[in-house]
């Protein structure tokens, strides 16, 4: 791990866009120990400290995607793929994924859905320091019902009792949080429609209180409306995609948001980095009308979370700029995006103790970008440094533009 003095002509200071004009961290065994103006930060630390200094960047908290599929290899078909794979061939996979969220800058995802608990190992050798890549949360093997959404990945359950006893398993296995699929999924071939409920509302009830017992939070995939209302009534978490679909169209239901807001009950649209291209496939006034469902949410006061749903086809594990680009196509500014990516999720996730800003006593993780993304968010493309609980990773040979001080 590193001890160093990290600084850039612009430090993410806090949340709102709040900015340290050259200013800096210190950075000691994964851990940020000083933060603030480089001048005060370097005078405090002893001239042997190596010092990297980034004029022309600016230093931001790591980035956090909620929504991540490292069994997945985001092919054509990459269901079949994990199928006819080994487990050591899947892991490997997982682990180059994994390393490649991290050289974009993506020091913390949320895995939701995996087999054998392959995601709980990388998840404690990457935090062993044995394997690069970012901090895992790992759902382990989701729920669902028999044929449902993912019953390749090993979790079909049926009734109340199968419903406790896998839930229990996953928490026995160290997962960190549940994953339950309220609904069906698009890349399930002959499971049941993205609109239809998996589960009635008692046992999602059921999910919810088993989970609650092993301390767990519970993520509830679901497309459909009367999948989302079961997931609200069981009070899970957050709610992926929540598309409010229905067998003829959409049926999108104010009640429901309300509950959510005053549940604290986080959405996370699993904007794909492809969500350009998914415009132009479903049509676009269609899309634009789930689009325009996402920013309707965040107005009347849904908690958001940025997520990729990397791993499904199109959703490229280096593309996680391009699903912030879509908080800014429904009108978030990038001041606004940052704090999403950052802070925000850290909150929601319920890990902002330790990551999500640029504070003393946090982990170090941090990256720093060429230009400002406060102003241009494609700045976040150009990747300068990253570090996971201080540990370093450079993503090309071709960034000597640090310059030692």
């Known amino acids: 791990m590193m001890n160093t003095v990290i600084s850039a002509g612009r430090m993410v200071a806090a949340p709102g866009g709040r900015v340290v004009l050259d200013g800096a961290v210190h950075v000691e065994r994964g851990v940020i120990v000083a933060a603030g103006p480089r001048t005060e930060v370097e005078a405090r630390v002893e001239p042997a400290v190596p010092r990297l200094h980034f004029p022309d960047g600016t230093l931001l908290p790591g980035l956090i995607d909620a929504h991540v599929h490292l069994a997945l290899d985001a092919g054509s078909d990459p269901v079949e793929t994990l199928r006819t794979a080994s ?99 698009g890349i399930t071939k002959g499971g049941p429609p993205v609109w239809q409920a998996q589960f009635t509302p008692r046992e999602m009830s059921v999910v919810v209180e088993e989970a609650r017992r092993a301390g767990l939070p519970v993520a509830a995939h679901a497309h459909g409306t009367e999948g989302i209302a079961a997931a609200v009534a069981a009070g899970v978490d957050s709610i992926e995609h929540c598309t409010w679909m229905a067998p003829d169209g959409f049926d999108v239901r104010k009640d429901l948001v309300a509950a959510m807001v005053g549940q604290g009950i986080a959405v996370c649209p699993a904007a794909s980095p492809d969500w350009r291209g998914f415009a132009e496939r479903f049509g676009p006034e269609r899309a634009e009308e789930m689009f325009g469902r996402i920013r309707w949410m965040a107005e009347n006061g849904v908690p958001l979370l940025p997520g990729t749903d990397a791993g499904v086809p199109r959703a490229v594990f280096d593309g996680f700029v391009s699903s912030l680009e879509f908080f800014e196509h429904i009108g978030m500014t990038p001041a606004e995006i940052i704090d999403l990516a950052t802070a925000g999720a850290a909150t929601v996730l319920g890990i902002a103790h330790d990551t999500g800003r640029l504070t003393p006593g946090h982990r170090a993780d941090l990256l720093v970008v060429e230009g400002d993304p406060l102003t241009d968010l494609s700045a976040l493309r150009r990747v300068r440094l990253v570090l996971a609980q201080g540990r370093p990773l450079s993503p090309s040979p071709r960034t000597p533009s640090r310059a030692l001080s």
Not at 111 to 126: F, H, M, P, Q, T
Not at 161 to 172: D, E, K, L, P
């Open 87 to 185: 487990d050591a061939e899947l892991y490997a996979g997982m682990a180059t994924r994994a390393e490649q969220l991290l050289a974009t800058g993506v020091t913390t995802v949320r895995d939701l859905g995996d087999r054998g608990g392959l995601a709980v190992r990388l998840r404690n050798e990457i935090a062993a320091g044995r394997l690069p890549g970012p901090r895992i949360l790992a759902a382990g093997t989701p729920l669902t019902a028999p044929g449902g959404h993912c019953w390749f990945l090993g979790g079909e359950v049926e009734g109340e009792a199968a419903i406790r006893a896998a839930v229990r398993r996953n928490a026995a296995s160290g997962v960190d949080l549940i994953k339950v699929m309220a609904t069906g999924g």
